[in-house]
């Protein structure tokens, strides 16, 4: 059974390598990332934060509950517009248990690509909130957290919460 990682774990904070292999166990925890996103009401979910340093993710579009599996997904083109939304992560926790949110801009549309669970490769551009939630979870792929887009006010207002959580 995978384990969530919360805020402080250096595994989030690694740069993930490409999945070479679509093996049966990158296929398994695909699929409990999805169980796990869904019991914690999430939309999105990246390797790095049950552990794993490879990159893929999964996600869901809250308006048509789509599930995407992406295994090696790029980021090819962003908008240039932006918009800001408040954001907040299953491993950026308060004392409440819940996830801690803030205002976070990002671009309001993107393009990206990605290989399917089959192997097969895939793309789509995303806007509105599945573009948000692609953003999100490819920046864990990276070691980014929506937190390092904050002002360094507001990381420390969301950071007094995380560590609320830990006591």
Request: proline share 5%; with cysteine; aromatic share 4%.
């Amino acid at each position: 059974m995978l384990q969530m990682k919360l805020c402080g774990d250096l595994v989030l904070r690694e740069k993930c390598t490409p999945v070479s292999d679509i093996s049966a166990d990158v296929l398994h925890a695909m699929d409990e990332m999805i169980q796990m996103m869904r019991e914690q009401n999430g939309v999105g979910m990246a390797a790095p934060q049950v552990g794993i340093t490879q990159r893929f993710l999964v996600m869901m579009d809250p308006d048509t509950e789509t599930i995407y599996k992406m295994i090696n997904p790029k980021i090819i083109s962003r908008s240039e517009k932006t918009v800001v939304m408040e954001e907040g992560c299953l491993s950026v926790l308060g004392a409440d248990n819940l996830p801690v949110y803030s205002r976070v801009s990002r671009p309001e549309s993107v393009i990206v690509e990605w290989t399917d669970e089959n192997g097969n490769p895939q793309g789509a551009e995303m806007s509105g909130l599945p573009a948000r939630i692609v953003q999100h979870e490819t920046d864990h792929l990276d070691g980014i957290l929506f937190i390092d887009y904050l002002s360094p006010v507001h990381r420390e207002m969301v950071m007094r919460k995380v560590r609320r959580h830990k006591k």
